[in-house]
């Protein structure tokens, strides 16, 4: 059975349910997995709640799951830069639980590595350790956070192999292995699929058990802030 | 005359030693970076991703995939290298990181410090902050002494929703430097901004801190 699909559509086929939980990769829209969130929108599954550091901007990235009402709950770190999402949220029409990003990261880290819980002290005394377990450990307190999983997860890497094998390019990497890990099933989309045997093991990211599908496709990457110097 | 913002940042450099490594939050702290001193070796993190951060890109240099945690373009440097978010947060929450400097909206007498929700408006989110001040060794928190009303942010207790308790020990505004040792309670101020008298800074501090 092979890993690798066609096109993104194909690699999703099957997957899109109702009322799915899904993460996404990426940090604002670097390495965000653009033709797999596209696919995501045009299978029109409904109800979905996305976990992904931040909710892309008007119109691209998860902004496009957002203009479709796709989306009805987003775990997330950050939500700026997105009008639409301001708009129902505030409308009440989506509902939104933000983690601390390290806390985020670390759920995610666990529920791939089956460890349902681990205390940090991130959050306490805030809104975020409301409700929570506290517990102390050499006279410091710390909160219980909970692992998350995924039924599926969707990421972006730089190169990958039939094995689903990745390694991610510069900051594009973020959130996408620990992601890999904790979705179900996981669906890689990659600049470059490369034969097998070409990818040095010493320096691969993500190992292909943790990978089901991947599919190579063109990204566009949209800079958010481009800044730059006089050469 | 109080501090501009990249005054503000030249005197939080001061703070800076060789071999450490740093983390800048966004708006006036990532000025810090332009005044590091000369020969001195600082790792800046960006929690996005990355360990020796490089400067803006030229305009042929600009690489999508190569961002800080302000979504602006960056470059590398022959130090650099590049890691998962769980590995960047364990660096943070695990006390590798050797000092923070962010902003704030609210810092309080006893430390605490609030920057990250407004209620009624619209919240963006804490981002890493609340991983910053919980896990990293010392704290700096740089902001304007008074907001555009004229009314101190330096103040008893925090009214809006905490990012993190009795974690910021230093606060650097434009007015001047306040600091407390490890261990201890209260803030002492420790410099005037010039032209800044003491009158004038006690007028605008709300809180409780030893003048003297």
């Not at chain 1, 892309?56 to 957002?66: E, N, R, S, T």
């Not at chain 1, 129902?88 to 989506?94: D, F, K």
Request: net charge negative.
């Amino acid at each position: 059975m092979s890993k690798v699909y066609p096109t993104a559509t194909s690699a999703l086929e099957g997957l899109c349910v109702n009322g799915l939980t899904v993460m996404s990769g990426g940090f604002g829209l670097c390495g965000i997995p653009e033709n797999l969130i596209a696919a995501l929108r045009d299978s029109g599954a409904q109800n979905l709640t996305v976990i992904s550091n931040n909710a892309g901007v008007d119109g691209f990235g998860l902004g496009q799951l957002l203009e479709t009402k796709q989306i009805t709950k987003m775990v997330s770190s950050y939500v700026g830069e997105n009008k639409e999402f301001e708009r129902q949220y505030l409308g009440g029409e989506l509902e939104l639980e933000f983690n601390p990003q390290g806390t985020l990261a670390e759920r995610i880290r666990a529920g791939g590595s089956g460890i349902p819980g681990f205390y940090t002290k991130t959050g306490v005394g805030t809104l975020i350790g409301e409700g929570k377990e506290h517990k102390e450990f050499n006279g410091e307190t710390y909160i219980l956070e909970t692992g998350l999983k995924a039924d599926l997860a969707i990421i972006k890497a730089w190169k990958g192999d039939a094995e689903g094998n990745l390694i991610y390019k510069a900051t594009a990497r973020n959130f996408s292995p620990m992601m890999a890990m904790a979705g179900k099933i996981t669906v890689a989309e990659v600049d470059e699929i490369v034969p097998v045997g070409s990818l040095d093991p010493n320096f691969i990211h993500t190992t292909g058990i943790f990978v089901q599908r991947i599919v190579e496709a063109k990204c566009e990457k949209r800079i958010e802030q481009r800044t730059v110097r006089e050469a | 005359m109080a501090w501009t913002r990249d005054e503000m940042a030249a005197r939080a450099a001061q703070e800076l030693e060789d071999g450490f490594y740093v983390n800048l939050g966004i708006g006036i702290p990532t000025l810090v970076a332009n005044h590091i001193p000369g020969g001195m070796n600082v790792t800046l993190q960006s929690e996005n991703g990355m360990l020796g951060m490089g400067p803006f890109p030229t305009e042929d240099e600009v690489d999508p995939d190569l961002i800080n945690a302000g979504k602006q373009t960056i470059t590398t440097l022959p130090k650099s290298s590049f890691f998962d978010s769980a590995t960047s947060f364990a660096m943070i929450r695990g006390g590798h990181i050797d000092l923070s400097i962010l902003g704030a909206m609210e810092v309080s007498e006893n430390g605490d410090i609030a920057n990250w929700m407004i209620p009624g408006k619209m919240v963006k989110g804490m981002g890493g902050a609340m991983d910053l001040v919980a896990g990293v060794k010392r704290c700096i928190a740089l902001f304007d002494h008074t907001n555009k009303r004229g009314k101190s942010k330096f103040i008893k207790a925090c009214t809006l929703p905490l990012t993190g308790q009795n974690c910021i020990h230093m606060v650097v505004t434009d007015l001047g430097v306040f600091d407390r040792a490890p261990g201890q309670q209260r803030f002492r101020l420790r410099e005037l901004a010039p032209n800044v008298t003491l009158d004038e800074i006690q007028a605008k501090t709300e809180a409780d801190v030893i003048w003297t």
